[in-house]
């Protein structure tokens, strides 16, 4: 069964990858996402609408020893600052929520991109080289 986990900003996102990174014979993927607020909704407008779609792909596509770890970004006045950690580290560089990425790989989705059925199937069936 696919686990999903949540981190809320970028030392709780950074200490859960390297944690579920560890469990090797699960396929770790990594969703960047605006924060929520109480009722689940995001200020971020692309995130709001790639929801529905991106859940939908979990169920549908996603294999079942598969983990996908929310990342929450913070507000939109955190994710607007250009020191951002989320936008300076080495190993992101995020410029755009929501991001998928199968974490240590070069897959990933960004923007539009995470609203779209048939790439989210093709993310998620892309095996290791």
Known sequence: M????LAKGYESFREATAKLSAEK???LYVYFIGERDATGTNWCKDCNEAEPVFA?????YADKDSIILRVEVGNMIAWADKENPF??????RLE???TLMRWKTVLHLHGNQCKQTELLELLFHEEDD
Do not use: M, N, Y
């Open 2 to 5: 696919v686990r999903e986990e």
């Open 25 to 27: 014979s699960a396929k």
């Open 56 to 60: 939908q792909a979990i169920k549908d």
């Open 87 to 92: 936008h300076t580290d080495s190993d992101l």
């Open 96 to 98: 755009e929520i929501p």
